[in-house]
């Protein structure tokens, strides 16, 4: 129960944060609540236009590609980055642990299992809320400000499709793959760490790594990152596109799009490992 409230109050206190709106200069002690309950409910209309407008053709496809490859392509890097440096810093510290115990040949198991179940995810997870939520909410929150996104609306395009619909599909779907990015780069650096070590063959090193491993395994965490991606998405178009302020609207937009993102894919994270848990193990 202490735990529950303890997630339950720093979710309110990063939702007031992340929605500065006169909250400290408004003297009724339940004005952050307030707006965490504001919040909450324009996140909902705004999940509802998304939607409505998606299922309603045509479908942007130039934009959706665009979108798509603006996400995937140009993350990759950073994701592999990220992925290379956790897998060598797991060969690291658990090589000395592992030899303690006697247990150095579960090495490449360690590292392997490590990052293809919950590391590797939750990497991919937070350096995308990174690298694509400020991206995507200091863009739309510009084009806010600029009021480029009432133009639309006066030329009869729904912003909510176009702009919105777009980029959180184009996050979830590449979620997966970006994750798929980050375990290969893990275990290849991890290998190589590994290997400068105490030399050992990529094969051995895999076949070490991956014995015992199944579909159950590899699936439904890198699947999980779908949600990562959708809560990204939603998160850092919302925030952008309630922009307020001008230019320093646009940077705590960004700001916000990025600190929300992370909190709520940790938060969700837990959720997904318990059911990943009861219906996969």
């Known amino acids: ?50 939607v409505k407008s998606l299922f309603t053709l045509p479908f942007e496809w130039g934009e959706f590609l665009h979108q ?43 590292i392997v299992y490590s990052l293809v179940k919950e590391m590797g995810p939750i990497i991919t997870g937070l350096v995308a809320s990174g690298r694509i939520g400020a991206g995507f909410g200091a863009e739309l929150g510009s084009m806010k400000v600029t009021e480029q996104i009432d133009a639309m609306e006066v030329s009869a395009v729904d912003p909510h499709k176009f702009l919105a619909g777009t980029r959180i599909l184009a996050c979830i779907l590449v979620m997966p793959l970006l994750t798929l990015v980050a375990d290969a780069s893990g275990i290849l650096m991890g290998w190589i760490s590994s290997y400068l070590a105490e030399p050992i063959s990529l094969q051995l090193f895999l076949n070490r790594g991956t014995n015992g491993i199944t579909f159950n395994d590899v699936l439904p965490p890198t699947l999980k990152t779908m949600v990562f991606g959708l809560i990204i998405g939603l998160v ?8 307020k302020g001008g230019t320093e609207g646009v940077g705590r937009s960004a700001t916000s799009s990025v600190v929300l993102s992370s909190l709520f894919i940790i938060l969700a994270d837990v959720v997904l490992v318990r059911i990943i848990v009861m219906f996969f193990s």
Not at 4 to 33: M, S
């Open 1 to 50: 129960m202490a735990v529950h409230l303890a997630l339950v109050a720093v979710f309110a206190a990063a939702i007031a944060a992340g929605v500065p709106n006169n909250v400290k200069a408004n003297p009724n002690p339940l004005g952050p609540l307030t707006e965490v309950l504001e919040w909450f409910g324009e996140l909902g209309e705004f999940c509802r236009r998304v």
């Open 68 to 110: 798509f490859d603006a996400a995937g392509a140009k993350s990759a890097p950073l994701i592999a980055l990220a992925g290379a440096a956790t897998g060598v810093v797991m060969s690291l510290q658990t090589r000395d642990t592992l030899t303690r115990f006697g247990a150095k040949s579960f090495l490449p198991s360690m």
């Open 236 to 243: 850092s178009c919302f925030q952008g596109m309630r922009t």
